[in-house]
């Protein structure tokens, strides 16, 4: 199986920082994208950012110029750098992992979850 491991959230004012982490364990060949979503209370889960095993990356409207993602192939981590944070980036943030189990088919495996929350 494979397991991700998130780190990194907690309470915040808004205009500041955190830095959250996950890392990929297990029975892992290769990735080919990993990334973070968010799910606020009665809301749908939404795509944060996502990186490639190439490098390129996508992120959503609302982050842009103020999140990156970034990723660590020979650790199997993804890192996501939050910065000028407001009060609706508040959410639980899960990690992503896509994964080839075949030639033609991959699997999405998910992080636990780890709570960010932007109020003063």
């Known amino acids: 199986q494979v397991y991700l491991v998130e780190s990194g959230g907690g309470l915040v004012q808004p205009g500041g920082s955190l830095r959250l982490s996950c890392a990929a364990s297990g029975s892992i060949s290769s990735i080919n994208v990993m990334g973070w979503y968010r799910q606020a209370p009665g809301k749908q889960r939404e795509l944060v950012a996502r990186i490639f095993n190439g490098g390129s990356t996508n992120y959503a409207d609302s982050v842009k110029g103020r999140f990156t993602i970034s990723r660590d192939n020979a650790k199997n981590t993804v890192y996501l750098q939050m910065n000028s944070l407001k009060p609706e980036d508040t959410a639980v943030y899960y990690c992503?992992?896509?994964?080839?189990?075949?030639?033609?088919?991959?699997?999405?495996?998910w992080g636990q979850g780890t709570q960010v929350t932007v109020s003063s």
């Open positions: 992503n992992a896509r994964i080839p189990t075949t030639l033609t088919m991959r699997t999405d495996y």
